[in-house]
């Protein structure tokens, strides 16, 4: 909500094989954004490129898939377009990736594996 105060979110740990719900088809994609392992519980925020941040977010979770972990924050279902995204640590400064959803798929970037990860 516009105005509300923030509150903190407790950090889920690895999510079990086939627990991501995607809702995607005509009116939208879906966004998986890999990341290195030491940004485990960091946050991912997400814009429309060119947009305002306006604090939408998902955390980087370990992934169990295929007898692998890998570290990713998921946006299950996005309207079709281009979007940036960025660390909201330290006030979201950092370095901002480029990605494209498209109706029906799901897209895929990846974070910087030199982003440092969240303050201790």
């Known amino acids: 909500m516009p105005g ?19 809702d995607i088809g005509p009116h939208a994609g879906a966004l ?13 925020e997400l814009r429309p490129a060119g947009g305002a941040w306006e604090g939408v977010h998902t955390a980087v979770r370990p992934r169990h898939a295929g007898g692998r972990v890998l570290h990713a924050g998921v946006f299950g279902s996005l309207p079709a377009g281009p979007y940036e995204l960025r660390l909201r640590a330290g006030g979201g ?14 897209a895929q970037a990846a974070l910087d594996p030199g982003v440092p990860g969240p303050p201790a």
């Open 32 to 44: 998986v954004v890999h990341a290195p392992a030491h940004l485990a519980g960091a946050e991912i």
């Open 4 to 22: 509300a105060a923030p509150h903190p979110e407790a950090v889920a740990g690895p999510s079990p094989a086939a627990s991501v719900v995607l």
């Open 93 to 106: 400064s950092g370095p901002v990736t480029g990605a494209r959803v498209v109706a029906g798929t799901v």
